[in-house]
């Protein structure tokens, strides 16, 4: 018997469900209000990378196998690496200590402290999710722009930070804000402030450093913050701080903001929550590195396939939810 499933929402997660669903032999529709990556889906600082959590590491593994099997997207074959920086000497389990920091990086400040991780790949902001929206495509999904879709029969809720207007779920809007700049000396690592992994920690300042350099243009970042914030004003902020690491910072070329969407612990949230309905959100800081493997996990239930969601990943760890 064929299924039906209406997918919501056509940010990187709904557009790799309704690949994963469409290839597994579903009816699939994806609803998309606005435009496929019109959410952080096409704003993000655009890096596949470890999130350096246990937790996450198959689903890690798993995306980079997905994103080396998708076509129409370039994976850079091998990591950038990832430069760990501070003002103060810091310790990161698993790090290699960089001795001279801007001997590699000559864009940084002198008198810094790094440790390297031999992870990231940048791609394009918008990429992942208009090549799986392709992929859904060619295995017969349907795209519907403009539309919120319905709002019963067999559905999956992958809505990023609005999951929660149709779905009684704890996942928040994380606000980013993120400035390209072009830099003389463009870094060839991933920068990021020594404890940005800490992204749950509640005492996270609002507004943390990292640089991802593709073609030539950084994206200076960011901020994590609950409420929409105005990015003109905030562009100066995120500047200042990034000059406690960048000597300097060239011209800006553009500005962008966001809102990821956060859950309480930082890790997706995955699963059924009734009978014909399912949720794939909460992916926070980290949905295009992890986005692919979770759509394949959620697109697996819904399809009846034997698979087991990891508790950690639950979409019922918080309480029970239902739908809204
Ligand atoms: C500044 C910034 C930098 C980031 N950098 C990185 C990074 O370097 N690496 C990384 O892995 N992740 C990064 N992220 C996180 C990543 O972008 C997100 O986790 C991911 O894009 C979330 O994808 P999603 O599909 O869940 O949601 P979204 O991309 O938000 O997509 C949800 C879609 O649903 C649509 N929608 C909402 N409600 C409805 C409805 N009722 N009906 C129909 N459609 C609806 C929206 O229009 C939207 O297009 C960053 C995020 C930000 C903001």
Known sequence: MTRDFAVVGGG???CALAAFLAEGGANVTLYEREAIAAGASG???GVVQDPLDPELTALYEESLGHYRDLEGFDLPEHPSGLLLIHEEPFEHDGAELIEDPQRLEPALQPGLFARRIDTGRPVPPAAAARAWAQRAQRAGAKIELGSDGPTSGPRIIAAGPWTRELVALPIAPVWGVVVDVELSDAPT???EEAGIDA??????PDVLFSAVTARGISAIGSTFMPDKPEPEALAPEILANA???LADLGSVRGLRACARPGSADGRPMLGRIEEELYVASGHGAWGITLGPASARLV????LGRPVEIPPALDVRRFSAPTSS
């Open 12 to 14: 990187i997660v709904g």
């Open 243 to 245: 000059r406690r690491f």
């Open 199 to 204: 992204l749950t920690s509640e005492d996270l």
């Open 189 to 191: 690592h991933v920068l």
């Open 299 to 302: 697109a697996d239930l819904a």
């Open 43 to 45: 704003r993000n600082s």
